[in-house]
């Protein structure tokens, strides 16, 4: 079974970083995509950041750009979301998923499996 294991979540005061984690297992394929989606309570569920393993392009979401790095370290089949200067408006349930075709897309819809999220809670 392909599993994603979503890691890395805390409290953090305003300004501070936080690096998330996903782990991949289970998946046999060269060729897909990771996208780390949130949701804040309330709010749908936004497309933060994605990478494709084919060509390592990737897609940030404008109200993350330059402030979040996604990376992958395939070896350990490892995806990061390095998220520095956070505010409160990022606190949200973080979700890692993967998507087969490989295409870094922020569309939830176009992902086939899902972690199980990791809470990220800014303080003021």
């Known amino acids: 079974d392909v599993q994603l294991q979503a890691s890395g979540g805390g409290l953090v005061q305003t300004g501070g970083s936080l690096r998330l984690s996903c782990a991949i297992s289970g998946f046999d394929y060269a060729d897909y995509a990771i996208g780390w989606f949130r949701q804040a309570p309330g709010k749908e569920r936004e497309g933060v950041s994605s990478i494709s393993s084919f060509d390592g392009s990737t897609y940030y979401a404008p109200s993350v750009e330059g402030r979040f790095t996604i990376s992958s370290d395939y070896a350990k089949s490892t995806v990061y979301l390095q998220m520095n200067s956070l505010s409160p408006d990022d606190t949200a349930v973080y979700y890692c998923?993967?998507?087969?075709?490989?295409?870094?897309?922020?569309?939830?819809?176009?992902?086939?499996?899902w972690g199980q999220g990791t809470l990220v809670t800014v303080s003021s």
């Open positions: 998923a993967l998507q087969a075709v490989g295409l870094p897309v922020p569309i939830a819809n176009e992902y086939d499996y």
